[in-house]
Nanobody, 129 residues
């Protein structure tokens, strides 16, 4: 089992940058594929970015491609989401999530929230004009 805790959210002007972090407890962080999701008020939770347990594969939602970068540091049991050129529509609560991937290929990842077993509590990102 793993517990996740996001940090790094806040208020930023459009065009600005933020880096979200998600720290994980437990000693098997490297066996999990990780993902970032977000949920804006009145909207469904949506996939933002995912990274395989090897770190060798990443995938992004079209809406953030070229602006967001997901990465992981297994030594720190942390996954990051670097966000640049932020837009008003990026305003949402951002969640990190983990899916056990020890029995899958090293490059397994998923954009489907139903595949993820563990979730953080979320961190608010607000982009202002």
């Amino acid at each position: 089992q793993v517990q996740l805790a996001e940090s790094g959210g806040g208020l930023v002007q459009a065009g600005g940058s933020l880096r979200l972090s998600c720290g994980a407890s437990g000693r098997t962080f490297s066996s999990y594929a990780m993902g970032w999701f977000r949920q804006a008020p009145g909207q469904d939770r949506e996939f933002v970015a995912g990274i395989s347990r090897s770190g060798g594969s990443t995938v992004y939602a079209d809406s953030v491609k070229g602006r967001f970068t997901i990465s992981r540091d297994d030594a720190k049991s942390t996954v990051y989401l670097q966000m640049i050129s932020l837009k008003l529509e990026d305003t949402a609560v951002y969640y990190c999530a983990a899916v056990p991937a020890a029995y899958y290929g090293a490059n397994y990842l998923s954009p489907d929230s139903s595949d993820y077993e563990y979730w953080g509590q979320g961190t608010q990102v607000t982009v202002s004009s």
